[in-house]
C-alpha cells in the first residue's frame, strides 16, 4: 500500500511560478512508475503532466515543456512538479500518481489532489 500526500497549489497570477510536493510512504526508488496529472475544469479525464517511467527519463506533455520541472528527493520519498510561467490553461486539479510492481502486478495510486488556479 502507498499513500501519497500532496501540498503546494494555490492561486498565481498568469506568468507565475507555484511548486507542488507529493510525499509518499515507500521509498520512491522502488515505484516503477512516478508523475502527475491534471484536470481541468469541467472535464472528466485526467490528463498526463509528466512522468517518469522505468527508465528514469522524464517526460512532459506538449503542452507543459519548458515550463514545468518535475523532480524527486530519495532521501525525502518526495517528488516535485515545478510549474513557471503560468496560464490559465493551466488551472485544474493536480494529482501525484504512482505504480508499485507487487508480485507481477501493477498497483496504482493517487493523491487527494492540490488545486492549481492561473488568474488575474
Known amino acids: 500500500q502507498v499513500q501519497l500526500v500532496e501540498s503546494g497549489g494555490g492561486l498565481v497570477q498568469p506568468g507565475g511560478s507555484l511548486g507542488l510536493s507529493c510525499e509518499a510512504s515507500v521509498i520512491i526508488s522502488r515505484l516503477k512508475v512516478m508523475g502527475w496529472y491534471r484536470q481541468a475544469p469541467g472535464t472528466e479525464e485526467r490528463q498526463l503532466v509528466a512522468?517518469?517511467?522505468?527508465?528514469?527519463?522524464?517526460r512532459y506533455a506538449d503542452s507543459v515543456k519548458g515550463r514545468f520541472t518535475m523532480s524527486g528527493d530519495t532521501a525525502k520519498n518526495t517528488m516535485y512538479l515545478q510549474m513557471n510561467n503560468l496560464k490559465p490553461e493551466d488551472t485544474a486539479v493536480y494529482y501525484c500518481?504512482?505504480?508499485?510492481?507487487?508480485?507481477?502486478?501493477?498497483?496504482?495510486?493517487w493523491g487527494q489532489g492540490t488545486q492549481v488556479t492561473v488568474s488575474s
Open positions: 500518481y504512482a505504480v508499485q510492481l507487487v508480485a507481477s502486478k501493477n498497483d496504482e495510486y
Open positions: 512522468v517518469i517511467l522505468g527508465d528514469r527519463i522524464v
